[in-house]
């Protein structure tokens, strides 16, 4: 049977952290950087092998290390022979990987060909998780009118969703495709984007890297005097990640490369102290019941159980917002039990006739686009009496989408008159 460490015991079993040490704390020595030094004096080596002659200074800012822990690296790296001293600038080495260097440099690119930032340690990672939790903010009702002042939804659905946030835990949105749960979604995930967080490169375990921020998913908040900060770890945007019908088990887990020797954090560990939106939930390739079966921990307790190679299991924080926007009804979808770890359940559905034409009024400014003043009503009108549907939010939009995609087809300014309309609904519904 596999091993399960828990956080505690890794902690416990690896002394290197310190309360004062974090973001906040820029190392000023090997000891201080809390990672194995040979794991640093061998991703210093690879840095120069791929990169050339650096000073020290950049070789430093490629690590996220400061002068003094690269001054001590290079020396032992000099006095193992596997780097050299070609000159300098000002009173900055330049330094370059001798040929003993470079034949080591290959030997450890084929074991691990991990080379960026130098990578924080596990427990430094899960300390700095928990403290940034989002159950610590305190989101109001300014918050979520300010955050929603484009959408058209009224003031008792947005206190649902500021109760939601301040959970912190889980929200299921549900409903009729087209009435703008993802949209929903996505608008939630902004309210706690504005409080910014600490996110790393990459994380050690045991000797293992596993690489976390990611480029298309954290956003870069800048910091004032960055020369006191570790530069292993980048100020960001709370996170929101997005996944859909693509998403399957093996996402859920640390992802092995063949190739490169190191991991790459799954989309639940991006996300953490964040937002993480499973949309059109229960059209996964991964079932809901396989889902919430892998997740049940995770909701209740907060923390999540990773595999590494050879078995072993790894216990991770699990810190974030989930929500799950789907078209099925909750009893559709998982059983009660699993849906008692869902904490708030909220279901978004038509809109009236009057918020109908407010979205279609506000969609055709957005799209500078003019109307006859009676258009939104013959359109709601004849959804609900000749369609015999409900007035779905996105039906505006779509609608005068396709009045200027037949203008511009045409060459003139899209105008929605009576004629107008009836092709664009010709166009749109099937029947």
């Not at 427990?123 to 109001?140: I, M, N, R």
């Not at 799950?324 to 909750?330: C, D, G, I, L």
Request: net charge neutral; glycine share 6%; charged share 25%.
């Amino acid at each position: 049977m596999a091993a399960v460490l828990t956080m505690q015991e890794f902690v416990r079993s690896n002394a290197r952290f310190e309360p004062g040490s974090g973001p906040a704390h820029r190392p000023r020595s090997v000891q201080e950087v809390g990672i194995r030094q040979s794991l640093l004096e061998d991703l210093t080596l690879k840095t120069l092998y791929l990169s050339g002659t650096l000073s020290v200074l950049e070789l430093g800012r490629k690590l996220g290390l400061g002068y003094e822990v690269m001054e001590d690296l290079v020396a032992r790296l000099r006095a193992e022979m596997l780097c050299q001293v070609t000159g300098m600038t000002g009173n900055v080495p330049m330094i370059c990987v001798s040929d003993k260097g470079r034949t080591r440099a290959a030997e450890l690119m084929s074991q691990n060909s991990y080379v960026g930032a130098a990578p924080v340690s596990f427990e430094s990672y899960v300390a700095q998780t928990k403290a940034q939790t989002s159950q610590k903010l305190a989101v109001h009702a300014d918050d979520i009118a300010r955050a929603f002042k484009h959408l058209v939804i009224e003031p008792d659905m947005l206190a649902r969703f500021g109760t939601a946030l301040n959970s912190g835990s889980s929200v299921l949105l549900y409903g009729p495709a087209g009435t703008g749960k993802t949209t929903i979604a996505e608008v939630l995930s902004r309210v706690l984007a504005e409080d910014p967080v600490w996110i790393p490169y990459a994380v050690d375990i045991d000797g293992q890297i596993i690489t976390v921020w990611d480029r298309a998913i954290h956003k870069v908040v800048p910091v004032e005097n960055a020369n006191d900060h570790d530069g292993r770890w980048v100020r960001c945007e709370r996170p929101a990640v997005m996944v859909g019908g693509e998403l399957t088990n093996e996402m859920l887990d640390l992802q092995f490369n063949p190739v490169t020797k190191f991991y790459v954090a799954p989309v639940q560990m991006k996300a953490n102290n964040g937002v993480l939106i499973i949309d059109d939930f229960g059209r996964q390739r991964i079932r809901p019941e396989e889902l919430m079966n892998r997740w049940i921990v995770p909701l209740d307790r907060r923390i999540d159980f990773l595999n590494l190679s050879g078995g072993k299991k790894i216990e991770v924080p699990f810190e974030m917002l989930v929500v799950f926007a789907s078209n099925k009804e909750p009893s559709e979808l998982v059983d009660p039990a699993f849906l008692r770890r869902i904490q708030t359940k909220i279901r978004v559905g038509a809109v009236t006739p009057d918020q109908f034409a407010e979205i279609f009024r506000r969609v055709a400014l957005d799209l500078q686009v003019q109307y006859e003043s009676d258009i939104p009503y013959l359109l709601a009108s004849f959804i609900q009496d000749k369609m015999r549907q409900d007035l779905r939010s996105c039906y505006p939009r779509d609608i005068i989408n396709q009045v200027c995609w037949s203008a511009s087809y045409e060459g003139k300014e899209p105008y929605i008159d009576r004629r107008a309309l009836v092709r664009a609904i010709e166009a749109y519904f099937t029947s």
